[in-house]
């Protein structure tokens, strides 16, 4: 089975610091994903890529950049974060549309 | 444009009757369409998905959907609900073109004892 993991479960970090998410997937899958879920508004794309170096904003991307060089491996980075990012984060990767997503267990953060 | 709607935010059921999560979307073309499941502080699960073959697709733990194109529904169902099925369900779409895929808002779903 494909495997996504996400690195931490819970991480509670300060305003202001950079924020580390990582997420790595052991089948070569070509594209990654990182959505965060809050409660009412459901999952909202952040970003994506579709292969190594290369990225593309989702409907949320303000405050976040992510990293992948990689192919195994797509970090999320909050430059400076801030308490309206405390939320769960979910990455998740996949082959084929049609084949849907794979998801890690989530990264739940909590900014104080 | 794409978009889903799960008709229902809460479901509560009695364990052992009949589960009904409603889905709608909407889409130009002819999508792919999935069902997720989320437990308590956990990712989210495939349960089964429609990727224009047969219409009633069949999933992991008894569960089924029926996709029906004049209706734009994609409605999750189980004959007997058990406890452990009590979590988050999420409808997903996914267009034919693009790379998005888009969520619904999710349905919550209570068993009963």
């Known amino acids: 089975d494909v495997k996504v993991t996400q690195s931490s479960r819970y991480l509670v970090k300060r305003t202001g610091e950079k924020v580390f998410l990582e997420c790595v997937q052991d089948?070569?899958?070509?594209?990654m994903f990182w959505y965060r879920q809050d409660p009412g508004l459901g999952l909202r794309l952040i970003y994506f890529s579709y292969d190594v170096k290369m990225k593309e904003k989702g409907d949320i991307p303000e405050g976040y950049s992510v990293s992948r060089e990689k192919k195994e491996r797509f970090s999320l980075i909050l430059e400076s974060a801030s308490t309206n990012q405390t939320s769960m984060y979910l990455c998740?990767?996949?082959?084929?549309?049609?084949?849907?997503?794979?998801f890690g267990s989530g990264t739940r953060l909590t900014v104080v | 444009a794409q978009s889903v709607t799960q008709l229902d935010s809460h479901v509560s059921v009695s364990e052992g009757t009949p589960v009904l999560l409603r889905c709608n979307y909407s889409s130009s073309y002819s999508p792919s369409l999935f069902w997720y499941v989320q437990h308590p502080n956990k990712g989210l699960q495939l349960l089964l998905k429609y990727t224009s073959a047969a219409t009633l697709v069949k999933g992991i733990n008894g569960f089924e959907a029926e996709f029906k194109k004049s209706e734009t529904s994609f409605h999750l169902t189980k004959p007997s609900a058990h406890m452990s099925d009590a979590a988050e369900y999420f409808c997903?779409?996914?267009?034919?073109?693009?790379?998005?895929?888009?969520f619904g808002t999710g349905t919550s779903l209570t068993v009963i004892p």
């Open positions: 998740a990767s996949r082959e084929r549309k049609r084949d849907g997503y794979t």
């Open positions: 997903v779409v996914s267009p034919l073109t693009g790379n998005q895929f888009y």
């Open positions: 089948m070569d899958h070509e594209n």
